[in-house]
């Protein structure tokens, strides 16, 4: 009987200290503010002042992709841009019958397979909404320097090295 | 019925006999102006985006969807109302545009838009009938701000100084061709020209 006391005594005791100890080392994490990266310094209880609205890159030139497969990126203003049940705006100039006339790169013909592989007439549903994957660029500065490395870089490297 | 006709047009034809001609002149002169002053001040109150906006058909299908466009706010703060691109600045013009405008309190009236889906079921021919307007006026409402002859090609991004110096410039097209659905959404675009 007297253990079973001592025992539930011991593990209330241990409780107790582990409590205050985790208190202890949130307080600790509070203190340092680089927690919150994107804060910076501001507190908690402030607000920060918003850094402006960058502008969109408006110069129709074409920009490399960093890697094969991604979505090209677009170099022009899409502002108010429909894209919805009723209209696609992006396609009065990148459809296939509209290109001669607009002078725009042709949707890729990977937009017009269903998920079977089966090529349709029209751009397949599921590519529809082309803002899921093609975006527009501004001239805002990185937050995050970008330390990407395209493969034909890496591979001229490993090259380098063996010779 | 034709006797009141009658005594009507008799008593019109008869001399005045007991008010002086310059009773009449004058008295005429000043109800005429107190007549011509309220038909301007109550067609200028028509023209308002107040009054457009008195009914609920525009203010919340419409009115709702120009407020996310350039055409209401923009770093310049220089806005377009209703008016400035529905109905023409020219007197005849507008006189013209504001007869047809009764069909539209028959519509207030029997309710042809009065809710969102009959608004959207509408919502290609009413569209159709602004953009066949412009195109026949050479988009002249938009010209009354827009003046091609002040364009500055070199400020515009290239995409679109091509296109303005272009087919805009030979007349070839007007602004309306491609500026469809800058103020308002789109209607279902299948068939519309450029759109397929």
């Known amino acids: 009987m007297k253990i079973i006391i001592n025992i539930a005594k011991i593990s209330k005791i241990a409780i107790q200290t582990l409590i205050v100890a985790t208190l202890f080392v949130t307080n600790v994490i509070a203190e340092n503010h680089n927690i919150a990266t994107l804060r910076a310094s501001t507190s908690i209880d402030t607000q920060a002042t918003p850094s402006p609205i960058a502008n969109v890159i408006n110069k129709d030139i074409k920009q490399a992709r960093n890697y094969p497969m991604q979505p090209p990126v677009i170099p022009h203003k899409t502002r108010n841009y429909e894209v919805n049940l009723n209209s696609n705006k992006c396609m009065s100039c990148h459809s296939r019958s509209r290109t001669e006339e607009s002078q725009a790169p042709m949707v890729s013909v990977t937009h017009f397979m269903d998920r079977d592989g089966n090529f349709l007439a029209e751009i397949s549903p599921r590519r529809y909404f082309c803002n899921q994957c093609h975006a527009t660029q501004t001239d805002a500065k990185l937050l995050v320097e970008n330390d990407f490395v395209d493969m034909h870089t890496l591979m001229k490297a490993k090259r380098a090295a063996k010779d | ?196």
């Open chain 2, 1 to 196: 019925m034709k006797k009141i006709i009658q005594i009507g047009w008799q008593t019109l034809k008869k001399p005045s006999a007991y008010f002086s001609l310059g009773f009449l002149v004058i008295g005429g002169f000043i109800a005429g102006i107190i007549f011509w002053g309220g038909f301007n001040t109550a067609l200028e109150a028509t023209n308002t985006e107040q009054f457009c906006i008195s009914c609920h058909e525009m203010e919340n299908n419409v009115y709702e969807e120009l407020k996310t466009t350039i055409h209401f706010s923009n770093r310049s703060g220089v806005r377009a109302t209703c008016p400035d691109c529905h109905v023409p600045h020219k007197w005849t013009d507008k006189i013209a545009r504001k007869m047809q405008a009764s069909k539209e309190v028959w519509g207030k009236i029997f309710g042809t838009i009065n809710t969102r889906d009959k608004f959207l079921a509408h919502r290609k021919r009413l569209a159709q009938n602004e953009w066949t307007r412009l195109k026949a006026n050479d988009s002249l409402e938009c010209r009354n701000c827009h003046n091609f002859d002040y364009m500055d090609f070199t400020a515009q991004s290239p995409r679109a100084s091509q296109q303005h110096s272009t087919s805009l410039a030979s007349g070839d097209k007007t602004c309306i061709d491609c500026h469809k659905g800058i103020a308002h959404q789109l209607p279902d675009m299948k068939g519309v020209e450029g759109w397929e």
